[in-house]
């Protein structure tokens, strides 16, 4: 009789936690137990473990088998301890070596012929490991190019238990199997549609790229037709290259939520756009049983688009109204609170009527007032108040047609290249402080006696403030589009112009 231990890795939000697996055997009635608040597809671990190690020639004991899953007190979740607590049950038994198994963490989730499986959350579980200080870890064979994602750690990786009982020491020849790999997809974005391909609409151009220089938020308020939805497509080509930190995060999400990674670590801003059908636990995350992040975790460092925003759900959008103040997601459970990162940029776009026509000119509206009010409440008014650009966004004319087919047009490279050096200013500026993009900056340093502008800058603004045009924090969300302007257009500081032009864009809607 005996006892070993190995270990595995258990995933709360983005972050994980080792977990020691201990197997022991005694001489009481046969049976095999597993302790330690597993889930119900942890707990049907017993059944793929006895299952897999017969069909791998390695039979577990015909002794009482009890293993344990330590801190016990700590939620686990999913067949991703599979491998974990097959390989301790055998080293329990002497049939692999006891301490080479207590060495190595371990993830993977057993079919019944021993063959491993490809699980969810490798990357950001490998991550965990190799923090907590372990150097080895064992993958399915399916998972190890994006283990390998993780410098400075030995990953292994095995198609069956039978290879993986070897590498421990067990006696037995080696018998290839078909590996079981993830399923096929790249993890680079498909390809990023190009700014050039807009025809007029020069405001909200230049709005887009305000935007990407400084991280705004942005509302497109317009009829059918006015290219909202096109405009909002090409805010991800504007931003530049991930960060290796932001990349990191964002692949680690993507590895979390169960899409292939290919290899390579994400380079691009993400995308997201759910269906305005969208539950709040599909916003913002969550699940019955293991929390999983939802579309404004998986748009981190790059763009949440809301289409027909007043047709969500009004629970849903306020949803998305802590995470745009703080950048992250938590989620509350009864044993357990789960932390996404949440810094995504939103776009939100909306007809300005039920029947969409309203101010079109084409077309007359066929909404009664109180009919347009309503349509647009729908959109709360402290979620709107933290948008930082709201703008309205017209149909093009045959004029502008033609005028636009003779022009040349910025294409998403030339203008990216803009936004690079507009960030670039404002980091610098920025470098004392803890603030990178000027949408992070607090309107008190904003106002404060390092930054202040002169009143003759600001006599614009502060005259919409005493009329109660806007908020106080639309005040300081005007005065930060008002220094992304002035990063954009190479100056030193806002002036009279720029305080203007952010007055604009962030009341460019019109009631």
Same mark, same amino acid.
């Given at each position: 009789m005996g006892i070993a231990r190995t270990h595995a890795v258990a995933m709360l939000g983005l972050t994980g936690a080792l977990v020691e697996v201990e197997a022991d055997i005694s001489a009481q009635l046969p049976g095999m137990i597993l302790i330690g608040l597993p889930d119900a597809a942890l707990a049907q671990a017993t059944q793929r473990v006895r299952a897999a190690a017969a069909n791998s020639g390695?039979?577990?004991?015909?002794?009482?088998?009890?293993?344990?899953?330590?801190?016990?007190?700590?939620?686990?979740?999913?067949?991703?301890?599979?491998?974990?607590?097959?390989?301790?049950?055998?080293?329990?038994?002497?049939?692999?070596?006891?301490?080479?198994?207590?060495?190595?963490?371990?993830?993977?989730?057993?079919?019944?012929?021993?063959?491993?499986?490809?699980?969810?959350? @490798? %990357?950001?579980?490998?991550?965990? +490991? *190799?923090?907590?200080? !372990? #150097?080895?870890?064992?993958? =399915?064979? $399916?998972?190890?190019?994006?283990?390998?994602?993780?410098?400075?750690?030995?990953?292994?990786?095995?198609?069956?238990?039978?290879?993986?009982?070897?590498?421990?020491?067990?006696?037995?020849?080696?018998?290839?199997?078909?590996?079981?790999?993830?399923?096929?997809?790249?993890?680079?974005?498909?390809?990023?549609?190009?700014?050039?391909?807009?025809?007029?609409?020069?405001?909200? @151009? %230049?709005?887009?790229?305000?935007? +990407? *220089?400084?991280?705004? !938020? #942005?509302?497109?308020?317009? =009829?059918? $037709?006015?290219?909202?939805?096109?405009?909002?497509?090409?805010?991800?080509?504007?931003?530049?290259?991930?960060?290796?930190?932001?990349?990191?995060?964002?692949?680690?999400?993507?590895?979390?939520?169960?899409?292939?990674?290919?290899?390579?670590?994400?380079?691009?801003?993400?995308?997201?756009?759910?269906?305005?059908?969208?539950?709040?636990?599909?916003?913002?995350?969550?699940?019955?049983?293991?929390?999983?992040?939802? +579309? *404004?975790?998986?748009?981190?460092?790059?763009?949440?688009?809301?289409?027909?925003?007043?047709?969500?759900?009004?629970?849903?959008?306020?949803?998305?109204r802590q995470p745009l103040e703080s950048g992250w997601i938590s989620i509350h459970r009864a044993n357990a609170v789960a932390h996404f990162p949440a810094r995504f940029q939103l776009v939100m776009a909306a007809n300005p009527c039920p029947c969409g026509q309203y101010g079109a000119g084409d077309l007359s509206c066929t909404c009664p007032p109180n009919a347009r009010r309503r349509y647009l409440a729908r959109i709360s008014g402290p979620l709107l108040d933290r948008i930082d650009i709201q703008l309205n966004v017209k149909r093009i004319t045959a004029a502008q047609l033609r005028l636009a087919t003779d022009t040349q047009r910025m294409t998403s490279v030339a203008a990216r290249k803009r936004v690079v050096a507009a960030r670039a200013a404002a980091a610098e500026r920025l470098s004392s402080t803890p603030w990178t993009l000027n949408s992070q900056v607090p309107g008190p340093w904003l106002r404060g006696a390092s930054t202040r502008l002169a009143p003759r800058t600001t006599a614009g603004l502060d005259r919409a403030l005493e009329r109660g045009g806007i908020t106080m924090r639309g005040y300081d969300r005007v005065l930060r589009i008002a220094w992304t302007l002035a990063d954009y257009d190479g100056l030193s500081s806002p002036g009279p112009d720029q305080i203007g032009h952010a007055l604009y864009l962030r009341k460019g809607m019109t009631s």
């Open positions: 390695c039979p577990l004991t015909v002794h009482r088998l009890t293993i344990n899953l330590s801190p016990a007190a700590l939620p686990k979740h999913g067949a991703g301890f599979d491998l974990a607590i097959a390989l301790a049950c055998l080293a329990a038994d002497s049939t692999v070596s006891a301490k080479s198994v207590g060495q190595v963490v371990h993830f993977g989730e057993l079919a019944l012929d021993g063959r491993l499986r490809p699980t969810l959350g @490798i %990357l950001p579980g490998v991550m965990t +490991a *190799a923090r907590l200080g !372990h #150097v080895t870890v064992m993958v =399915p064979i $399916g998972n190890e190019g994006e283990a390998r994602l993780v410098p400075n750690i030995r990953v292994i990786g095995v198609a069956s238990l039978r290879d993986a009982a070897i590498f421990h020491g067990a006696t037995l020849p080696p018998i290839p199997v078909e590996p079981i790999l993830a399923a096929t997809g790249s993890a680079s974005l498909a390809a990023e549609p190009d700014l050039a391909d807009v025809i007029g609409n020069d405001d909200a @151009i %230049l709005a887009l790229q305000i935007a +990407a *220089a400084g991280g705004h !938020h #942005v509302f497109l308020l317009g =009829p059918p $037709g006015a290219g909202k939805t096109m405009l909002a497509a090409r805010l991800p080509g504007l931003l530049p290259d991930l960060d290796p930190a932001s990349s990191l995060e964002v692949s680690s999400l993507r590895s979390l939520s169960g899409l292939g990674l290919g290899g390579a670590l994400i380079t691009r801003p993400p995308w997201e756009a759910p269906h305005h059908t969208a539950t709040a636990a599909a916003m913002v995350g969550g699940g019955n049983g293991q929390i999983r992040p939802g +579309a *404004a975790s998986k748009a981190s460092h790059g763009v949440l688009f809301l289409d027909e925003a007043p047709e969500f759900a009004s629970p849903v959008l306020d949803a998305l």
